[in-house]
């Protein structure tokens, strides 16, 4: 994980992934499960989602992937077959 991310909520983030660095971290934002960093590039790759980012206040994007919460079950059912600890707050 690299880049400044300053806002409450990457430092809210921030603060969850280092308890669960080993896993890729779904993160609830409204409607949508949000994954950050190495984590949204790893989803992106293993589930063919959209690789976007935003703005954190800081002088680098982040680079985002995410589900709707809707479906989420099946994407964390994809990611456990294929080897992948996850989990979601």
Known sequence: MSG?????????????????????????????YEMFYDDAETASRVLGLTLTSRN?????AVPLAGVPVRSV??????????????CSV
């Open 4 to 32: 400044d991310a300053t806002t409450p909520l990457m430092q809210q983030y921030r603060e969850i992934k280092s308890r669960h660095h080993d896993a890729i971290l779904l993160f609830r934002m409204g409607d949508f």
């Open 56 to 60: 954190n206040g800081g002088a680098a």
């Open 73 to 86: 079950n099946e994407y964390l059912r994809r990611l456990v077959e294929r080897g992948f600890r996850v």
